[in-house]
């Protein structure tokens, strides 16, 4: 037999155990319950087979859901999809390993970079020429932070503020404010200049003697006025310029009213002795003279200028309040010019030395100044004219009476006439604002 023919069989054994072990791995992928790849797995026909391992639901995070699914759907693991050609792995039944699954890249959000404003450094001042001390209860406390914003450019001016907020002068002894001011003084504060705003918390009766008197009586403002001269006095006997702010309208117009009348005891005193009253009241209410939280500003622009409370004030306010006080206050640091803190004392006039007449003043050597010019008397108008009846029949100069049409006469007769009875206007004379001709001669 040829060689050939000898190893026929050995060929047919080999493919027919092929086709064996190929049919055997079909069969095996086609029963239910077999493990298939990217499926779970389930009990065949009510029961499990031996390493079945049933499989907790698949849950996708809510945000993650696409149109159609809800939280708590069961999701099932996307299928594979069937890949081409021939694979030893498919053959034999062995799992292949799932391809990479694409993820989008996770992008952080960006922070975004604001600027951020710096806060403003206030220079310190060192070795002021001017002091300013400002004494009062809260009120006086936003004054304080106006006069601050004021001179806070200026090197030569700082502004002390010393402030008792609750404190009166009806309930409180009369030397209190008094003393406190000297012990401030005598404790090494610098006064050149000093403003006081108080009062907000004194409508309230009086003790004198037995008798507590009732707010704003004749007796009331007697003592009242004496415990404000007593502190325009501290500073005169030390002779410090005062600036007495007055107090401002309030929400309730019962208090405002009240508030009113005390200032008027504020400026009697201290126009009395030498001070500087500033009145605050026209800038914070409207044309009715009512009270307003909102108004113009230093700058001219709408702003809120009270708290809600209706009587403190806001940044804007106190700047407003420093407003009203700028002009008294540079007059008496030094006609305005900044680094001029001086305070304007009277100086004491000394005769000169040595017994000589002093120098005449320049004013003698001027001419005198003209008369001033008289004026000129008018002739006075009656105060009723002549009295002429409106159904007086007019009458012609030889008087008769003007019964029929006026009769056109004279050089005026032709351009009348045709004026008025054939409607042709007369002609423009040359240069008047009726010529329209063009062009002009």
Known sequence: MEPSMRSMPVFRLLAIALLLVTGSGFAAMAQPGYPQPGYPQRAPYGYAPPGYAPQQPAYRDPRAYPPGYYPGKLVRPAQPAPEQGFSFRRLFGAQEEPPPVARRPVVKPRKLAFPVAAARQEKPKVNPSAHVVVFGDALADSAAQGLDRMFSEDQ??????????????????????????????????????????????DRQSIRDGEANLELLSDRWKELYRQRVDGILRTFQERAIPVVWIGLPPVKSSSVSEDLSIMNEIYRESVQRLGGTYVDIWPGFVDDENRYVSTGPDVDGEPAKLRSNDGVSFT?????????FVDTDMKRILGNGQPGTATAALPQPTEAPSGGNPAAPPIEAALPPPPDAPVPVSLPSKPVVGPVLPLTRPDVAPGGTLVSGAPKFTGDHAYPVQRALRNGVAPSARPGRADDFRWPRT
């Not at 009369?174 to 003084?185: E, M, R, S, V």
């Not at 940044?315 to 420093?322: E, S, T």
Request: charged content about 20%.
């Open 156 to 201: 030569n001016v700082a502004v002390a503020p010393k402030v008792r907020a609750d404190s009166n002068l009806v309930r409180s002894d009369p030397a209190d404010w008094p003393n406190f001011i000297k012990a401030t003084l005598d404790g090494g504060q610098k006064a050149t200049v000093a403003v006081v705003m108080l009062g907000l918390n």
């Open 315 to 323: 940044k804007a306010g106190a700047r407003k309040i420093a407003h």
